[in-house]
């Protein structure tokens, strides 16, 4: 049975009151964040907010950590936050960006969040859009928060990725714990459609086409993973896609460590969207090309 609101906020306010002190700040400061983001950007509208949540966090240099939230206190797997903005992943800052460009206050965030995070916003583990291709995207796009806009762009040279996703097999992976939820799920193909790499490169107008603020996914069809993680994947990539003076530039959280070794590189960071074709994605044999998504206007 679910809990009443009531009960909700009773318990969060007991949770809250056995955290530790330096829990209890770094939700308090989670907390102040979110009202400041609010009060910066009151007068912003439509995609405007995309770019400018996007870039606040690239200018902060806002760290890469990986698997940063989860399903709260009281979560059945994962007690992580359900969110933050001290550092993302690259899902979780397109999700956090996406979350507050659609939102007018707070509250309205803190429902949009679990929204785009999970299946029919049902907060847990099992419910969460885990894969890009038969979760996050259909998901979001069922909620009107995306759209699909890869084959308008494209046209004719527009490519389909099709892979089977094993969530089952993914879930059983995981270990006991997990065991259950894999009976839930069967295996399912994930299509995506997606401008390939070479066109990115060799037909500029095709990034001329691509819209400001709009989220794009690296494709990699059937990248076999299933000796690690149980299942194969088609996306191995996300973040935004915006454009200053005439660039597109991709703006994402990114694991890439840097040339010395370290961690410094790890972070919010900007680069051109031809760079990264020709710089990482040309290298690899495994990438495909991007899928492109415009966010909607708050339904």
Known sequence: MKRSLLQSLLVSSLVMGMMPAYA?????????RL??????????QGKDRVSTFALQFLSEKSPYIVDPLGEGPEGDISHGPLYRFD???CTTFVETVLALSLSSS???????????????????????NHFPSVDWIPNNIENGFVKDITGSIAGAKTKWSQTWIEKDL????????????SRDFKPELGQLPYIAKEDLLKTPELMD?????????????????RKAIGTRLDVSHMGFLIREKGVLYMVHASNGASRDGSDDDKRVKKESLYSYVERVMMASPTTAGINVLAVRKTP
């Open 87 to 89: 550092g993302f992943d």
């Open 24 to 32: 209890l700040a770094e939700v308090t400061g989670t907390e102040q």
């Open 35 to 44: 009202q400041s983001l609010y009060a910066s950007s009151a007068q912003l």
């Open 106 to 128: 707070p509250e309205q965030f803190r429902v949009r969040m679990n929204q785009i995070r999970y299946e029919k916003a049902v907060v847990s583990y099992e419910t969460r």
């Open 170 to 181: 993914w879930f059983a992976k995981k270990g006991e714990a997990f065991v259950g939820m």
């Open 209 to 225: 086409k691509i819209p400001s603020g709009t989220i794009f996914h690296v494709v990699r069809p059937n990248w076999d993973l």
